[in-house]
Nanobody, 122 residues
C-alpha cells in the first residue's frame, strides 16, 4: 500500500520561504514520476510542479516558475518543494502525488497524500 505524507507547511509572511517534504512508502519510490498540487479555498486543485523518477526533468506551473524548486532524494524516499518569494496567492493546501496516469500536469495521479496547509500573510 503506497503512502504519501506531506510536512513542512505553516504560516509565513509574504516574501518568505518554506520547504515542503513528502515521505513515500509502500513500493519502489524511485520508479515513478512525483508531483505537487495545491488547492485554495473555493478553487479546483491545480498543478504546481512534477519531477521525473531520476530527477532528470522537472516542470512547473507558470505561476511558480522561478520561485519554487522541486527535488527528490530516492535514497530517502522523499520529495521536496522549496518555495521562495511566497505570495498571498500561494495560500493553499499542498498535496504530493505519485505516478500520473498520463499527463504530468493533470490530477490523474494514482496516489495522493493528505495535504499540508500553507498560509502566506500579506
Amino acid at each position: 500500500q503506497v503512502q504519501l505524507v506531506e510536512s513542512g507547511g505553516g504560516l509565513v509572511q509574504a516574501g518568505g520561504s518554506l520547504r515542503l517534504s513528502c515521505a513515500a512508502s509502500g513500493r519502489t519510490f524511485s520508479s515513478y514520476v512525483m508531483g505537487w498540487f495545491r488547492q485554495a479555498p473555493g478553487k479546483e486543485r491545480e498543478f504546481v510542479a512534477a519531477i521525473k523518477w531520476n530527477g532528470g526533468r522537472a516542470v512547473y506551473a507558470d505561476s511558480v516558475k522561478g520561485r519554487f524548486t522541486i527535488s527528490r532524494d530516492n535514497a530517502k524516499n522523499a520529495m521536496y518543494l522549496q518555495m521562495n518569494s511566497l505570495k498571498p496567492e500561494d495560500t493553499a493546501v499542498y498535496y504530493c502525488a505519485e505516478d500520473p496516469d498520463s499527463s504530468w500536469y493533470q490530477d490523474n495521479y494514482h496516489y495522493w497524500g493528505q495535504g499540508t496547509q500553507v498560509t502566506v500573510s500579506s
